[in-house]
């Protein structure tokens, strides 16, 4: 990293402490379920226009995108970080400040609205000081991130812009992860009707909950495949009417997954031997897919290592540690399936993430959106 942009980056978070940690108050308690950020575009795209954006859109899928020297013709790259957060609250979030300040407590507060918060202030920069870049920049408040919204919202984006995003960055989790890996995985409600009956009088008769304890039973025999870390998971299961009735019908949630598509495909393929194993003239079992989020494609290895080099340089350099690659499953999922170059990257320091006892150090803010800069400016001409 070249030692002027690093210094800017750091000047100018420590110029906007104070506007930085109010953006972050306000974020915090605006509610932002998948599929329902649309209180928090509206604050998001209104925010980027008093900011000086001249050309930002909400599209389709709820993802505000701020074009920055963006001609139509050039190669984008994307700088990104979700909106949406993990739990379905639909009034005011709560917000707690402790420790003097030092701490600040909110559902989502590090998963996402921090990240976010400290792209939209780097951005902030860009607009402020019509920074010229080498690409045309698109930044991107996007949807659909967490649990069943299965990255929607970035799928919009490729789907419409893919043919020119060459390089993609997201914001998310916490300092040090640098994410150029990712995990895949399949998500499925899985569905037994059957006879049921009288618990006395039909004893004997076939059982949903039954049906389903041998499918549980069946599927924690697979013998995993080898290479990249694969798992699986049955979430819930319920059914049945009343302690005196034989079950009629039966569901659970069960997912796997793998940061290689030809371990999801395996685990496919023996899932549906299963259920086809305990089908029968008396019992249907129905799949309804919930969920896919697909792992790598077909990467340069070349490629991605220099991209992603160039992240981790910034992270040694901005936050003096060195950079964690676990694969994780993150926006970067979508470009990474694609083949395009993709990191995620945390910007924060905090913990207990997808919970309401959520946290971060509000001073940590400082140094995310150094290196949220940083990265920017790396496109500077």
Request: charged residues 25%.
């Amino acid at each position: 990293m070249r030692s002027l942009i690093k210094d800017i980056a750091l000047r100018y978070a420590r110029s906007a402490q104070v506007e930085e940690l109010d953006l972050l108050r306000t974020l915090a308690q605006i509610p932002a379920p998948s599929h329902h950020e649309e209180r928090r575009a509206r604050f998001v795209r209104d925010w980027f226009e008093r900011a000086g954006a001249q050309h930002v859109e909400v599209d389709s899928t709820k993802n505000v995108i701020c074009h920055i020297n963006d001609d139509g013709c050039r190669p984008i790259v994307v700088f990104a970080a979700h909106m949406d957060i993990a739990f379905d609250d639909t009034g005011a979030l709560p917000l707690e400040e402790e420790d003097g300040g030092r701490v600040l407590r909110a559902p989502g507060v590090g998963d996402n609205t921090a990240n976010l918060t400290n792209l939209l202030m780097a951005t902030k920069y860009l607009l402020t000081n019509s920074v010229a870049t080498e690409h045309s920049v698109l930044v991107v408040a996007n949807s659909c991130e967490e649990g069943l919204g299965n990255l929607d919202g970035t799928k919009a984006l490729f789907q419409r812009y893919g043919n020119r995003i060459t390089e993609y960055r997201s914001f998310d989790g916490y300092f040090g992860q640098c994410t150029n890996d990712a995990v895949g995985s399949h998500r499925f409600r899985i569905s037994c009707k059957t006879t049921g009956g009288h618990s006395f009088v039909d004893f004997g008769n076939l059982s949903a909950i039954k049906v389903l304890a041998d499918v549980i039973e069946g599927l924690y025999e697979v013998e995993l495949p080898l290479g990249p870390k694969t798992t699986f998971n049955i979430g819930t299961i319920a059914g049945g009417t009343t302690i005196n009735s034989i079950a009629e019908s039966a569901d659970m949630l069960y997912e796997y997954r793998s940061s290689l598509d030809s371990s999801l495909e395996y685990m496919r393929l023996y899932l549906d031997e299963i259920l086809a194993r305990y089908s029968g003239p008396e019992v249907t079992i129905e799949l309804k897919t919930l969920g896919i989020r697909p792992g790598n494609g077909e990467l340069d290895n070349e490629i991605i290592n220099e991209f992603t080099e160039k992240s981790d340089d910034a992270i040694r350099e901005i936050l003096d540690m060195e950079p964690d690659h676990s694969p994780f499953s993150t926006d970067s999922n979508i470009p990474l399936s694609m083949g395009i170059a993709a990191n995620t990257i945390g910007t924060v320091r905090g913990g207990s993430p997808h919970t309401y006892e959520e946290w971060i150090e509000t001073k940590s803010l400082e140094s995310g959106l150094a290196l949220v800069l940083a990265l920017m400016l790396g496109y500077a001409q």
